[in-house]
């Protein structure tokens, strides 16, 4: 039994063992943060590039045409006697409206894998929930029944093609930017 005059009491010990245990919390606590602080500005900056080098150039090339295309059939059904040429122009708008990123973007094989790896315990696959999504988006759009094959971007570049060709048959002076 120790003593009351005893200068190591027991409870030195319990404060020592519960400081020791506290400070073990905290730097734990504060190593597991860091890891994860780490890891978001990893994936921020992963994110600011594909953005940039990737999501920004293709979506403002995909707005830019179906803007044309939109304004194009807009001129077409004002104008008597172009029923042919406004045709056309819905058919191209119709088929860029069915484009989705996804389709024209490169396949990030890195993400994908990553992703699959926490999603599958979830039993979710984003990538079919944003399909599904566009899907929803899209469903005004006039789409053919038949279609089976998503778009790529070979078929954005020929409906390019076949816009330009719309525009110079029309006479309309539009320059791409």
């Known amino acids: 039994m120790d003593s009351i005059w005893d200068e190591t ?3 030195d010990v319990h404060s020592e063992t519960q400081w020791t245990k506290m400070s073990s919390d905290f730097t734990n606590t ?16 992963g994110f600011d590039a594909a953005f940039a080098q990737t999501g920004v150039p293709l979506g403002h090339q995909l707005g ?30 119709s088929a860029l409206a069915n484009v989705r990123f996804s389709d024209i973007a490169p396949r990030d094989l890195e993400a994908e894998e990553h992703a699959r790896q926490h999603l599958e315990t979830e039993g979710v696959h984003v990538p079919e929930k944003v399909d599904r999504l566009e899907d929803r988006l899209s469903a005004g759009a006039i789409t053919s029944a038949a279609e089976t094959t998503r778009p790529t971007m070979d078929d954005v570049h020929a409906l390019k093609d076949r816009l330009d060709k719309l525009i110079q048959q029309t006479g309309l002076n539009i320059t791409w930017s």
């Not at 994860?36 to 990893?42: D, F, I, R």
């Open 9 to 11: 009491s027991s409870i």
């Open 30 to 45: 504060g190593y597991r943060e860091g890891i994860t602080a780490g890891k978001e500005s990893a994936l921020q900056e």
């Open 64 to 93: 830019i045409l179906r803007g044309t295309a939109s304004v194009l059939v807009s001129v077409l059904s004002k104008q008597q006697g172009s029923s042919a040429l406004l045709y056309d122009a819905r058919s191209i708008l």
